[in-house]
Nanobody, 128 residues
């Protein structure tokens, strides 16, 4: 059973930084492409960042490019989302997601339909 557990959310002031972590209880974490998504109440879950299995190759939503960085530590079964220069518009619940495929995707995955495993989410609130 794949389990993803996010942590690191909380309240931060605009302009500040936060690092989200997602620990995975997976036997072979390195075979999963990983991603981060956000979801506001009553809205669909939106892509934030994705990273290939190898850790080489990332994609970002336009709204976070240059501010957020996704990374992973396969030895620690953890994927991270570093959030810099946050704004109140970044306030949402952030979800970690995992994709298991037979090969590493050519590019990082961006669609919610490509991910089969999800964490429970962690709230990020940015005050102005």
């Amino acid at each position: 059973q794949v389990q993803l557990v996010e942590s690191g959310g909380g309240l931060v002031q605009a302009g500040g930084s936060l690092r989200l972590s997602c620990g995975a209880s997976l036997l072979t974490f390195s075979v999963y492409a990983m991603g981060w998504f956000l979801q506001a109440p009553g809205k669909e879950r939106d892509f934030v960042a994705g990273i290939r299995r190898s850790g080489i190759g990332t994609k970002y939503a336009d709204s976070v490019k240059g501010r957020f960085t996704i990374s992973r530590d396969n030895a620690e079964n953890t994927v991270y989302l570093r959030m810099n220069s946050v704004t109140p518009e970044d306030t949402d619940v952030y979800y970690c997601a995992a994709h298991l495929g037979t090969t590493d995707p050519v590019v990082a995955l961006t669609s919610i339909y490509q991910y089969g495993y999800w964490g429970q989410g962690t709230q990020v609130s940015v005050s102005s």
